[in-house]
């Protein structure tokens, strides 16, 4: 009798993880903009964080990679770790220091340096209103609701509740417009 030795292949399993990872970095990168938006952050210091992350996963990963997908160049690989690890890295700073930060609360009057909006998901008409605003020496763009875009074109201040980040970058805990009283 003829017995038969069963051959796991690996590739199904590495090419559902790496396909997983890009996902999940991919949806990391939509969250991680939601904490952008509320921390007071250089985006540079995060392009840093995904580009050396990135760069760090590529070495790693670059020839098991080719040789799941029987690639030759080197492109493919170095998007993947780009797209997945990069991000997923850069998620978990500014959650850390969003999710990790102090409970004291400081308030700050801040004049408004400019005014202008975002557009709508599918109708122009609907655009988020955004203000400019200078925190110590670091311009921040705060979105608001279309709701709120009459209080946006009479403000003339905001008032910013910032809370201490875990990782030294202050957090946005919320914003209220100051009106023009004419």
Not at 31 to 37: D, K, M, P, Q, S
Not at 90 to 104: G, I, T
């Amino acid at each position: 009798m003829k017995q038969s030795i069963r051959h796991i292949d690996n590739n199904g399993f590495w090419k559902g993880f790496y396909t997983v990872t890009l996902f999940l970095g991919l949806t990391l990168l939509y969250l991680e903009t939601l904490l952008y938006r509320k921390t007071l952050i250089d985006i540079s210091i995060l392009a840093i964080i995904v580009v050396v992350a990135g760069i760090v996963t590529f070495t790693l990963t670059k020839k098991h990679y080719k040789s799941t997908y029987n690639l030759r160049g080197n492109f493919l690989p170095f998007i993947q770790s780009i797209l997945s690890m990069g991000f997923i890295v850069s998620y978990l700073f500014l959650a850390a220091n969003y999710y990790l930060s102090d409970n004291d609360i400081t308030e700050h009057k801040l004049t408004i340096k400019s005014k202008s909006s975002l557009p709508g998901y599918r109708i122009t008409s609907k655009r988020q209103p955004t203000v400019k605003i200078d925190y110590a020496d670091f311009e921040k763009e705060l979105v608001f609701y279309t709701s709120d875009k009459e209080l946006v074109e009479n403000a003339k201040g905001i008032i910013l509740e910032i809370r201490k980040g875990a990782l030294g970058f202050d957090i946005i805990d919320n914003y209220k417009i100051i009106r023009d009283k004419n």
